[in-house]
């Protein structure tokens, strides 16, 4: 396999992985603030059990119809500035060929090496049209398919969903809600640790931001649950 094949491949794989974290994430951090909430507002498993479903399903449902809609939507995006680039490169060959020289004038380069630069690109239009994209709009192609996408953040979040919601098919209610929060707690520090590793940044700071966003959410959902919980 080719080197750019290659490399191809290992962000399509990022790419995935990405989504399958965020849907994740975000699966969790939502059902563990109304499952907790309803926990601690009705001491009842099964009404918590039959919310966290619903919130489970009806959450990743949304997430997924969300990740098609937005991934399309820079699809379409993308496809209609190619189009201009490749119209304006037509008939404008000379102004687009300036914005060439501008872009790699601003990057240090002058004199021969510049004209050099700017012939090999304007050599290729594939090339010269990949530069515009990428230097002049600051735009790169989709590298997952609109329903792939769906697919995956709709996956992701089901699974997400059902870590803070296992413990309650099988424990009793106050047990439930300790190990649901202490499993929560870690799922959401690995998330946030393999999510570092895939960016930038350290992997503990971020595991650590990424778990407090969660146990804020569980923390909200105690509040209004001893709220309702004292109202009833």
Excluded at 90 to 107: A, C, F, G, W
Aim: hydrophobic share 50%; no cysteine.
């Amino acid at each position: 396999m080719k080197k750019r094949e290659m490399m191809e491949q290992h962000k399509k794989g990022a790419a995935l992985f990405r989504e399958f974290i965020l849907g994740g994430q975000d699966g969790l951090v939502n059902v563990l603030g109304i499952i907790l909430g309803l926990a601690i507002a009705t001491h009842d498993a099964k009404i918590v059990i039959i919310a966290g479903l619903a919130a489970a399903f009806a959450e990743s449902i949304s997430m997924g119809a969300v990740a098609f809609t937005s991934t399309r939507a820079m699809e379409d995006y993308y496809s209609s500035e190619e189009a201009r680039e490749k119209y304006e490169m037509k008939h404008y060959p000379e102004v687009e060929k300036s914005e060439i020289y501008d872009i790699y004038r601003q990057k240090g380069f002058k004199g021969k090496l510049l004209g050099d630069i700017v012939r090999h690109i304007t050599s290729n239009k594939k090339r010269w049209l990949g530069i515009m994209m990428k230097e002049e709009l600051n735009l790169t192609k989709e590298l997952l398919s609109p329903v792939k996408a769906s697919l995956i953040v709709l996956v992701s979040a089901l699974v997400g969903s059902f870590i803070p919601l296992m413990p309650f098919f099988f424990l009793q209610i106050k047990l439930a809600i300790i190990l649901s929060l202490l499993i929560s707690a870690i799922a959401l520090f690995v998330t946030g640790a393999i999510e570092a590793k895939l960016t930038v940044g350290n992997f503990v700071a971020k595991g650590t931001q990424l778990m407090f966003i969660g146990m804020l959410a569980a923390f909200v959902g105690f509040i209004v649950g001893k709220i309702f919980g004292f109202a009833g």
